[in-house]
């Protein structure tokens, strides 16, 4: 049984950072893409990086571009999303999400649709 446990999230005046962990358990296929998503209410889901659990270039944003960065710890199979600069606009709850599934391609690596598993989230509230 595939597990995703996300953790760091919590409320931060703008400006500031926060570190986001994302630790995995379970067989979660072949790939081993995985990716950080953020949603507020009555917004789509947004990509926002992601990296390969063995390693590898991350993918980000345009609005993650400079700001974070996605890295992983493999040998304790967890990823981690060091968000700074933080501004309001990043308050959302913040996924991880892994299984990924089709092509391979940085696009389809922030796409939602493309993965198959995903964690409970966790909250980042960026205050003015």
């Known amino acids: 049984q595939v597990r995703l446990v996300e953790s760091g999230g919590g409320s931060v005046q703008a400006g500031g950072s926060l570190r986001l962990s994302c630790k995995v358990s379970?067989?979660?296929?072949?790939?081993?893409?995985m990716a950080w998503f953020r949603q507020t209410p009555g917004k789509e889901r947004e990509g926002v990086a992601s990296?390969?659990?063995?390693?590898?270039?991350?993918y980000y944003s345009n609005s993650a571009k400079g700001r974070f960065t996605a890295s992983q710890e493999s040998a304790t199979n967890t990823l981690y999303l060091q968000m700074g600069s933080l501004k309001p606009e990043d308050t959302a709850q913040y996924y991880c999400?892994?299984?990924?599934?089709?092509?391979?391609?940085?696009?389809?690596?922030?796409?939602?649709?493309?993965?198959?598993?995903w964690g409970q989230g966790t909250q980042v509230t960026v205050s003015p």
């Open positions: 379970g067989y979660i296929g072949d790939s081993y893409r």
């Open positions: 990296v390969n659990l063995r390693g590898g270039i991350p």
């Open positions: 999400a892994a299984g990924f599934h089709g092509p391979s391609s940085e696009f389809r690596a922030l796409q939602g649709d493309s993965y198959n598993y």
